[in-house]
């Protein structure tokens, strides 16, 4: 090979320039040309975008910093459909004008549907990414084949967590320790909504921020169960704190949040309102009376407040975590083709030593019988109904991925750059200006 095009697709999240930078290392290794492509799938189905040499001379971009936040190549929600043929032709037409030999895409469940129809065109193949964590397998086996039970083996876990999970899971845990110590100071209850749509791994993980509630999509709620909890633990410490999955469902599987059915490019409801729909029922249920003979609050409308920790999860610095195994993704996904193959993912596995490795997995494992990819959802087993918080094994699950999550540099980071005077007196620079004089145009070279 030697042109490979590399494109980063679907909402953003904090890792993917480490993924960029480790697919680019291995390529200068190998004397592979990468061409980035600009704004997802835009980048190859447009012909006329433009398109950026990110290791000219076989050496990486000073641009792509693997710990810089979002993507330096952008992205969009648009993918290409199988059954658009004039689109797939244009498509064609395009991977011959940049003389691509081998395409990666870095995304999550809706990339890898998106790319099945251009695995006929080229060796095409995926390194994930995704805040929610909802790309993998928990055993091997669809959800509602699976049963919570102690026998649950995490090396089983295809693709255990997603680049960009980690950081959602720390920018959630923060917001929920600093919404806790208002809460107290004001014997309030506050429900904090986290990200993750149908999937409740960022709103598992949040429980490092010790919440009293945690609620995921996957476990249906049951108003007068909650509400007997909150009350119950309001009673012994005069403040609550909720977090909420923003797809989390009602006994009648009624989503609370999707006020309205708006759905974005890629077919997903856009959730909206989780915690606020969550607090009027409580407000309803829990009623002014049982404040009011608290004596610390008047009424339950101002006892109950919401917060949603909302796009801050998916922006800025990637922890130490993600910027590591987005690497290693990266890296293995130019691997991948250089071994010729293609309709593959680089898949992050648990070893039997609690380390992590990183294997190539046919994409095929991850389809149903009609070749459609589902969001990974939380596994029963790692959470607990009648707590209403995860499980054991929930904690099993995130003990390798979390322990040593942060690295010293993070910290560093924080201490050198946050309050550092020149904030105060340069501009923010873009980092897609710097991109943007990088850019090339088919039959402009
Ligand atoms: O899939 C990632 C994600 O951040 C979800 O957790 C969230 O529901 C959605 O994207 C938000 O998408 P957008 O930024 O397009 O509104």
Known sequence: MKRIGILTAGGDTPALN??????????????????????????????EAPYVRLNPLFETIPELDSTLGGTVLGSSRRYVSSTDQAALDSTRQRINDLKLDGLVCVGGDGTINGMQPLCDLLPTVLAPKTIDNDLGLNCGVP?????????????????????GFATAVYVATWGIRRIRTTAESHHRIAIVEVMGRHSGYIAAGSAYGQPDIILIPEAPVSITKLVDRVREIYNRQKNVVIVCGEGIIDE???????????TDPAGNT????????????????????????????DTAERAIFTRK?????????????????GTQLGGQTIEM?????NN????????????????????????????VVHARRVHPSFYCCDTLNISAIGIEYLLPIFSEAIGADDVEHVRQS????????????????????????????
Do not use: W
Request: glycine share 12%.
């Open 337 to 341: 083709l250089l071994a010729g193959r």
């Open 309 to 325: 920790v909302g796009h801050t999860q998916r922006g800025g610095r990637p922890l130490k975590f993600d910027r590591y195994q």
């Open 18 to 47: 480490a993924t960029l930078h480790g697919a680019a290392a291995r390529a200068n290794d190998a004397k592979v040309e990468l061409i980035g492509l600009l704004g997802g799938f835009n980048g190859l189905l447009d012909r």
């Open 143 to 163: 959800l509602e084949n699976q049963v919570p039970g102690d026998d649950f083996d995490l090396t089983q876990m295809v693709n255990y967590a997603t680049p």
């Open 418 to 445: 946050l309050f550092d005077a020149s904030n105060l007196k340069e501009k923010y620079r873009s980092i897609s200006v710097a991109i943007a004089r990088r850019a090339e145009f088919v039959g402009r070279e």
């Open 252 to 262: 009648e599987g009624v989503e609370l949040g999707a006020s309205h059915a708006t």
């Open 270 to 297: 856009v959730l909206s309102g989780a915690a606020e729909a969550l607090r009027n029922r409580l407000i309803e249920a829990i009623g002014d009376d049982f404040f009011q003979q608290t004596g610390r609050v």
């Open 344 to 371: 593959c993912f680089a898949s992050l596995q648990l070893g039997a030593d609690g380390g992590f490795e990183v294997e190539p997995r046919e994409t095929a494992i991850l389809r149903d019988d009609d070749g």
